[in-house]
T-cell receptor, first 117, second 112 residues
Framework: GAGVSQSPSNKVTEKGKDVELRCDPI?????LYWYRQSLGQGLEFLIY????????KSGLPSDRFSAERTGGSVSTLTIQRTQQEDSAVYLC???????????????FGSGTQLSVL | QKEVEQNSGPLSVPEGAIASLNCTYS??????FFWYRQYSGKSPELIMF????GDKEDGRFTAQLNKASQYVSLLIRDSQPSDSATYLC????????????FGQGTTLQVKP
């Protein structure tokens, strides 16, 4: 596709339910990132995938959060047993590759607004 | 100490003035530095990147990097109301790991 695609754009769920957020990166981009942005705040790093390497999960806030990337392309971020503090915009970004500084330019999707009631 | 720090602002400047946005980072081995602009309700978009000490100019924007002081800044000359947005500083870690850490952003308001 022409850009990074995320779905759904909005998700309202009840506390305790599981949610899945999807990200489809730009074709050919090997690096994929998930960030979380709470209202009026900066971007909080969650997880990063680079090619076939083990993902960097250092930003995941708890074991309720997990992510996978299938076939080096589409990624799914799963939040189990959602809590109200999980409410935020979840942004996905991709870059051509992350093996060199010149390729760390990120292209962001439009985000998924998650609201946990 | 946060890994990347910015003053949240808001920074208010009159139209036509120079806006100066600052960012400090904690990882001395950081290799790459980026400025992203984020309009309200929109996703961030890259406006500048810099890898070497000194200044880098692109139109009305100048990025400045001082690795010894662990400081990066963005200057916007001839500020326009359309520049009003949140500016996010992002820093790539040492060893070119690819992981980018963002600051909390500085809100810029350019008043006509």
């Amino acid at each position: 596709g022409a850009g990074v695609s995320q779905s759904p754009s909005n998700k309202v769920t009840e506390k305790g339910k599981d949610v899945e957020l999807r990200c489809d990166p730009i074709s050919g981009h090997t690096a994929l990132y998930w960030y979380r942005q709470s209202l009026g705040q900066g971007l909080e790093f969650l997880i990063y995938f680079q090619g076939n390497s083990a993902p960097d999960k250092s930003g995941l806030p708890s074991d309720r959060f997990s992510a996978e990337r299938t076939g080096g392309s589409v990624s799914t971020l799963t939040i189990q047993r959602t809590q109200q503090e999980d409410s935020a915009v979840y942004l996905c970004a991709s870059s051509l590759t992350a093996t060199g500084a010149a390729n760390e330019k990120l292209f962001f999707g439009s985000g998924t607004q998650l609201s946990v009631l | 100490q946060k890994e990347v720090e910015q003053n949240s602002g808001p920074l208010s400047v009159p139209e036509g003035a120079i806006a100066s946005l600052n960012c400090t980072y904690s990882d001395r081995g950081s290799q790459s530095f980026f400025w992203y602009r984020q309009y309200s309700g929109k996703s961030p978009e890259l406006i500048m990147f810099i890898y070497s000490n000194g200044d880098k100019e692109d139109g009305r924007f100048t990025a400045q990097l001082n690795k010894a002081s662990q400081y990066v800044s963005l200057l916007i000359r001839d500020s326009q109301p359309s520049d009003s947005a949140t500016y996010l500083c992002a820093v790539g870690g040492s060893g070119n790991t690819g992981k980018l850490i963002f600051g909390q952003g500085t809100t810029l308001q350019v008043k006509p």
